[in-house]
């Protein structure tokens, strides 16, 4: 990945993570700390070891939209 | 007639031990409605000396393990190391394991399952969840963290059930699928999206390595 893929990618995540209700909170990794919105935007701007965990789950997410043409399918069906 | 048994360990101490803790209480509940001999390892009894001597002593046929992880080892109550990859892992043979813990899956698990544990069902990453802030106190009154925490139950109901280790993880998986899927037809979907984000890489982290075709 390169620096500025990774940046963006970093500016990407946190755009998407700032639509996130402010009362809900995540429990991610094995420390015990649970995040907020706010603490979670700060984890990935500093590039910690839990924002860099936060921009692989979003990574993941967005390369399994390809996925999504079978999720479409399963959502018909459901409705 | 011969008696099932579930061990299972459910340290208390922080926040996401606190959910774990109180959403394990309806499957500890549903296995003693049915008859399985519980031995309920919960806050300071989660610890070591606890574990390794009812998994000798009563040797459950299914143990749940709930708590940090990482990819060597299980934690108990203030971190204290239950099960460590290369020191203790064979008190696992011939049992179902499932733990609720994060990355355990990866390299604990599958040792676990050459050294003789019939199924371990597990996370093979970190496994994330999201709650309501205004419920840290009430976690069985949180609706969001039912999301993630309902189908990770879910296995265990499936067991208790009878349904074979493979099934009770896809009826698990399809649980989160039902949930992700609520979630996007939802009204408030843009609030929703960074919820399914999580509730899809639990999904797709959750693993099932061993025989998939036991039940206990």
């Given at each position: 990945m390169t620096k500025s893929f990774y940046e963006d990618t970093k500016q990407l995540?946190?755009?998407r993570l700032s639509v996130m209700s402010s009362n809900k909170g995540i429990s991610i990794g094995n420390s015990g700390n649970t995040y907020t919105k706010d603490q979670l935007i700060d984890e990935v701007e500093k590039g910690s070891v839990i924002g860099h965990k936060i921009v692989q789950v979003e990574l993941e997410f967005l390369q399994s939209l390809k996925d999504f043409?079978?999720?479409?399918l399963q959502i018909a069906t459901h409705n | 007639m011969i008696y099932k048994s579930l061990l299972i360990t459910r340290p208390f101490y922080?926040?996401?031990?606190?959910?774990?803790?109180h959403w394990s209480e309806a499957f500890v509940d549903a296995a003693r409605k049915k008859g399985v001999k519980v031995i309920d390892l919960k806050s300071d009894k989660a610890i070591a000396s606890e574990v390794e001597g009812r998994l000798k002593k009563?040797?459950?046929?299914?143990v749940v393990i709930n708590g940090h992880g990482s990819q060597r080892e299980l934690y108990g109550q203030n971190d204290q190391v239950l099960i460590s990859l290369g020191k203790n892992e064979k008190l696992l043979t011939s049992k179902i394991v499932f733990a609720r813990s994060c990355s355990s899956a990866k390299l604990l698990g599958k040792k676990c399952v050459k050294n003789g544990t019939i199924c371990y069902i597990g996370y093979d990453e970190d496994f994330i969840f999201v709650f309501d802030i205004?419920?840290?106190?009430?976690?069985?009154?949180?609706?969001?963290?039912?999301?993630?925490l309902g189908p990770s139950n879910q296995?265990?109901?499936?067991?208790?059930?009878?349904?074979?280790t493979g099934q009770a993880n896809e009826k698990s998986k399809k649980m989160f699928m039902k949930n992700i899927i609520h979630l996007l037809n939802s009204q408030t979907t843009k609030n929703n999206?960074?919820?399914v984000t999580y509730l899809l890489w639990d999904m797709n982290h959750q693993?099932?390595?061993?025989?998939?075709?036991?039940k206990i």
């Amino acid at each position: 990945m390169t620096k500025s893929f990774y940046e963006d990618t970093k500016q990407l995540v946190i755009e998407r993570l700032s639509v996130m209700s402010s009362n809900k909170g995540i429990s991610i990794g094995n420390s015990g700390n649970t995040y907020t919105k706010d603490q979670l935007i700060d984890e990935v701007e500093k590039g910690s070891v839990i924002g860099h965990k936060i921009v692989q789950v979003e990574l993941e997410f967005l390369q399994s939209l390809k996925d999504f043409k079978n999720y479409d399918l399963q959502i018909a069906t459901h409705n | 007639m011969i008696y099932k048994s579930l061990l299972i360990t459910r340290p208390f101490y922080d926040n996401p031990t606190s959910y774990l803790y109180h959403w394990s209480e309806a499957f500890v509940d549903a296995a003693r409605k049915k008859g399985v001999k519980v031995i309920d390892l919960k806050s300071d009894k989660a610890i070591a000396s606890e574990v390794e001597g009812r998994l000798k002593k009563i040797n459950p046929d299914l143990v749940v393990i709930n708590g940090h992880g990482s990819q060597r080892e299980l934690y108990g109550q203030n971190d204290q190391v239950l099960i460590s990859l290369g020191k203790n892992e064979k008190l696992l043979t011939s049992k179902i394991v499932f733990a609720r813990s994060c990355s355990s899956a990866k390299l604990l698990g599958k040792k676990c399952v050459k050294n003789g544990t019939i199924c371990y069902i597990g996370y093979d990453e970190d496994f994330i969840f999201v709650f309501d802030i205004n419920c840290i106190n009430n976690p069985l009154k949180d609706k969001t963290a039912k999301l993630f925490l309902g189908p990770s139950n879910q296995i265990i109901h499936s067991l208790l059930k009878g349904n074979l280790t493979g099934q009770a993880n896809e009826k698990s998986k399809k649980m989160f699928m039902k949930n992700i899927i609520h979630l996007l037809n939802s009204q408030t979907t843009k609030n929703n999206t960074e919820i399914v984000t999580y509730l899809l890489w639990d999904m797709n982290h959750q693993v099932c390595l061993g025989d998939k075709n036991a039940k206990i």
